[in-house]
């Protein structure tokens, strides 16, 4: 498996901006599909987005397209999650997440979903003034 620990969360006000990365060691790290999700106070967790193998196909969910982009740096094994105009009801506990499922159900039944990932990081939590 791999090892996944997140950095950059913390407190910021709305319209800003927060750059939060994973960084990963153990199992080849070019193998896995990475994920981020987010989990509020008091709701389950949600997908926030997704990057392939190779970093050339990401996947949002539609309310954070536009405003939080995913890259990949297979090179230094790490994952970072732009996030832009940040709102209050961005307040989370954000996660990231490896996965080696096949996408047997298309992207979004397969990576969209919490229990296609194999490994998870503790999270970091982003809380966002009004």
């Known amino acids: 498996q791999v090892q996944l620990v997140e950095s950059g969360g913390g407190l910021v006000q709305a319209g800003g901006s927060l750059r939060l990365s994973c960084a990963a060691s153990?199992?080849?790290?070019?193998?896995?599909?990475m994920g981020w999700f987010r989990q509020a106070p008091g709701k389950e967790r949600e997908f926030v987005a997704a990057?392939?193998?190779?970093?050339?196909?990401?996947y949002y969910t539609d309310s954070m397209k536009g405003r939080f982009t995913i890259s990949r740096d297979n090179s230094k094994s790490t994952v970072p999650l732009q996030m832009n105009s940040l709102k209050p009801e961005d307040t989370a506990v954000y996660s990231c997440?490896?996965?080696?499922?096949?996408?047997?159900?298309?992207?979004?039944?397969?990576?969209?979903?919490?229990?296609?990932?194999?490994?998870w990081g503790p999270g970091a939590p982003v809380t966002v003034s009004s």
């Open positions: 990057i392939n193998w190779s970093g050339r196909s990401t």
């Open positions: 153990g199992r080849i790290f070019s193998n896995y599909v």
């Open positions: 997440a490896a996965s080696s499922a096949r996408p047997i159900y298309g992207v979004r039944g397969t990576y969209y979903r919490v229990a296609s990932y194999d490994c």
